[in-house]
């Protein structure tokens, strides 16, 4: 599993920020917005306890295989009645554009490693399509209908359409060409926010009587 790497940090500080403390990764770089009020060594507490929370998040995101096929037995038995029974689940670095694909025929899913690091709701709509599609092949009716107990579908195909956009605006990928899983044209609805990727430090704050 790929951890994270120990790359910069770097330090913002801000005057408009009173009592948050947040933190997130910029490519390899990890950004610490901090009062600007804060003194040298608030600082170095800040950065220490904003770093370990944002790897321990990070950790929760990052499930191996078998905690992967273990949820998407969870999210069968709970949003299609256990009717979805997949052989295998596993993480694969070779899904092009798509997030995930499903080989009905033996019963195998795979999610793309980009899943990886998205909020927990995001790859779990990611696992229940790939399920779904054990079940239903194409995008018709009957196959959103299989979705539609899980709450979050639009709102993680939003999220997901948002990557999407933003990686077309960096630039053309390599892999643009692969695009064919049988069920093409996954994904696509308006973008969404994405701040469920900071780490945000506010009652601790409060409690330091700044
Ligand atoms: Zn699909």
């Given at each position: 599993m790929q951890q994270n790497p120990p790359g910069p940090i770097e330090v913002r500080r801000s005057r408009k920020r009173v009592r948050t403390v947040t933190a997130f990764r910029d490519g390899d770089t990890t950004v610490v917005s901090i009062p600007a009020r804060f003194t040298r060594a608030q600082e170095r507490e800040w950065v220490h306890r904003m770093v370990t929370r944002l790897a321990a998040q990070e950790r929760r995101r990052r499930p191996s295989d078998e905690q992967l096929a273990t949820r998407a037995a969870e999210l069968s038995a709970r949003y299609l009645g256990g009717t979805a029974s997949p052989t295998s689940v596993t993480w694969s670095s070779k899904q092009g554009r798509r997030w995930g694909s499903c080989t009905p025929v033996d019963g195998t899913i795979r999610i793309s490693t980009?899943?990886?690091?998205?909020p927990s709701f995001v790859l779990d709509y990611v696992l229940l399509h790939e399920l779904a599609h054990l079940l239903q092949p194409g995008h018709g009716a009957e196959f959103w209908a299989l979705l539609s107990a899980y709450p979050r579908t639009e709102r993680a195909r939003g999220f997901l359409e948002g990557v999407s956009f933003g990686e077309e605006r960096g630039g053309a990928r390599p892999d643009d060409a692969a695009r064919d899983d049988g069920h093409p044209d996954d994904d696509d609805t308006d973008g969404d926010d994405l701040d469920g990727d900071d780490v945000v430090a506010r009652d601790d704050l409060a409690d330091e009587d700044l």
């Open positions: 980009r899943v990886r690091g998205m």
